[in-house]
């Protein structure tokens, strides 16, 4: 096998569940997959064939498994061996990006449901921080959501006086939404009081993704809502992406995590950007839980 792959193994150490209810075959699965993507980087590459003994599942549910990862970007396979893709793929993958800073993404999101009133229409984006919030929407009915997001589409569809507006377009595997033309048109006919969405990076008072697909469907959703509400953890200022498309000012409000370091903060406050704390303490506990869940499909 080859030598690890020190830098995806570093990101992969930070690999957690997506949230979907916890006891559901679907989390099972993926939270299998999380962990198997977390092995294969530690590793570098291994052969398949380890990984049904690691995880006691069938060869059949192997092959299942790293199909949807290769679909997603994640992994490679070829001849009996998986390894892991190069890390601009693994960090533009929603399966990536749903893992990364869940407890801080968990407090913005619940932070960020204070800015929901019900009766409003909102644009909710296909960012797993935003995602978080499918939890907390039940409480903000009646309310109609509009999203490009299959994954915060089927968190939300079953909720009673919600009415969901899934946009259209070319649908992308890697980041499980719609996105493309099609969508950015949709969007564009379309007005909301508030949008919610989050980015991949944040750099001298500019916010910035590395997708340029992305970029146009956040545009056009900035452009549509009457009120601005970026959520953004910590991390977020610590990183660089390629695309920029608005400033921090622009927003109405800036949610951000308890972690994030004093002087973004000042800058913010003294730029007069709104800028709201959420708090992380005591969901640490609870999420570290959720991930010791049974594995098994």
Known sequence: ????????????GRLMSEQIPGDSRQARQLSRRQLITQAVMAEGSMRIEDLTDRFNISLMTAHRDLDDLVGRGLLRKTRGVVS???????EASDVYRSSRELAEKAAIALAATDFVEPGQAIFLDDSTTVLQMSEHLATKVPLTVITNSLTMM???KGMRDLTLIGLGG???NWCNAFI????TKEIRRLRADTLFLSV???TDGIVFHQAPEMVDIKRAMFDAASKRILLADHTKFERRALHGFAE???FDTVIVDDVTAPDHLDRMRSAGINVVLAQTKGLTTAITGHQRRDHQD
């Open 248 to 250: 921090l000012a622009e």
């Open 154 to 156: 089927n968190a939300i």
């Open 200 to 202: 991949a990076a944040i």
């Open 1 to 12: 096998m080859s030598a690890p792959n020190r830098t995806n193994g570093s990101a992969a």
């Open 170 to 172: 070319q649908f992308e």
């Open 84 to 90: 892991a893709a190069p890390t601009s793929l693994i």
């Open 180 to 183: 493309g033309h099609m969508a």
